[in-house]
């Protein structure tokens, strides 16, 4: 049984699929391929099928992160039977998420910067509108939780 991972925001270009890349890769360096899935979803329908902002493809590139595989998909209903942990980048797309969660859901629903305490912040700034600085910040708040949510993940499930 693998441990699946489904990170959400808004349009499923910036953010959530910042953090797709980024735990995806940590995942395969501590050796967890197979063990540990990851997919992003995003709680908007505008860009469904696109490719990650190109802005979000190079400051993750910077940083030795591929997104360009990665096609944006809408969050539904349905990944509740799919995924143990459903994480948010900001509390109005938490709240999306909730309003959809089943009664038997037994997986873990929440903040994905809960694993980054340190940060003293609780939500991933949408990058869209703003400069270049902004997707840098995103993936300085991504890997400090990626590195948090792998640490529970593998405590949780002896690996
Ligand atoms: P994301 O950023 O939620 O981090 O992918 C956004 C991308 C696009 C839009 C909003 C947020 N949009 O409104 O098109």
């Known amino acids: 049984m693998s441990t699946d991972v489904l990170f959400v925001c808004l349009g ?3 953010r959530s699929p910042t953090a797709h ?3 995806e890769k940590m995942v395969a360096e501590a050796g ?10 995003g709680t908007g329908n505008w860009h469904i099928g696109e490719r990650p902002d190109p802005r979000s493809t190079q400051a993750a590139a910077a940083r030795g992160y591929k997104l360009d595989h990665l096609r944006a998909r809408e969050f539904v209903s349905s990944d509740f039977q799919r995924f143990d942990y ?6 109005s ?7 959809k969660q089943p009664a038997n859901f037994t997986g873990e629903v929440g903040l994905f910067l809960a694993y980054a ?5 609780d939500e991933v700034p949408d990058p869209y509108y703003g400069g270049e600085k902004g997707f840098d ?3 300085d708040m991504v890997e400090a939780a990626s590195r948090g949510l792998l640490k529970q ?7």
């Open 93 to 99: 797309n938490l709240s999306i998420i909730k309003s």
């Open 21 to 23: 890349g980024v735990f």
């Open 137 to 139: 910040n995103v993936l």
């Open 86 to 91: 459903i994480l948010a980048m900001d509390h």
């Open 32 to 41: 967890f391929i197979g063990e540990i899935r990851v997919e992003s979803a």
């Open 117 to 121: 305490p340190n940060l003293r912040v």
């Open 12 to 14: 499923n270009i910036c």
């Open 153 to 159: 993940i593998c405590q949780q499930n002896g690996l």
